[in-house]
């Protein structure tokens, strides 16, 4: 926790007191509760209108204890299962480790507590900024696995959790009902070493569309197993995604600080599951705290961007 104090003094703000706040002014929104549907089976419509309004919705208890512990069981195969270290073909028990026979790229690892992307042409250089990379423990290892795409391959429990009927019937409901999912990942923060992602937006087609909208980019389903905290889980700035494309530099500039005073923390319980629009400036510091946060990450796309959902037309413009 000492790089922890250190960063304060760079950044002249109280972590501690950050955090407490955020979660204050996150609890404070409308957008949590669980998936209410109407008599015909639709998501009722102030859940739709407070996901527009804000950008996110935290939805709860939507994994009941069997999803859980069966998301958590192959969470633990996967973790035991990872290379032994970046770059090792064998995982900690000398077997072939998961993803080396795999032709695609499938996982990012960072430096503990580090921030990989901040800063770089990462993304089509989204990712503008470098986050505070505090200083992990000696006993830390040299790299850590922070994302794995294409998590379904790898777990039966991520598939069917992708298929669970509440959220489809969300993504009908925000997406209309022509919709297709385009990721599968686990954002995997462990305990005092999980990587930054630095503040941005996701999406890289739509924003100079003519037609571009606040749903142009879809949105993003991010279930918790372990649930998260405001010290390890994502912030968003809520509204963000009607803003267009935001300019982080200026934005990080003006606070004079990379821990915006405008940012909210989503605060969740295992089993919860929150939407979060793409276009929302979202990001998340290092885990610094002892907590895990594993993030089961879900996307649906409007199949085709630029037509409005017809239940969502009318408060998805910018
Ligand atoms: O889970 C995180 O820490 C970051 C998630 C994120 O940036 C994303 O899903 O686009």
Redesign the pocket.
Known sequence: MDSVVAEQSINRIDIAEYMAEGRSRALALDNRGPIRRTASGAVEPDILEAYWRHGFYVFENVFGAQELADLEADFEDILERLPAHKGADVDSKGRPALGVDCKGENLYWSKPLGDPWGGTGFGQGRHAVKMDEPTPGQDAPEDVVFLLIGSLQFSDACLRAYGHPDLLAVSAAVNGEDFVPYTDGL?I?APRLGAS?AW?Q?GTTHWDSPDWHQGSHGF?L?GQIYGCTPENG?WVIPGSHKLGKVDIKAKTEAAGTTYLPDAVPMVCNPGDVVISNRQLL???FANTSDQWRV?V?MGCLPKNPSSACAAAASSRRR
Request: glycine share 8%; no cysteine; charged share 15%.
């Open positions: 954002f923060k992602v941005h996701d993003n991010m994502v979202h990001g998340s993030t990450n």
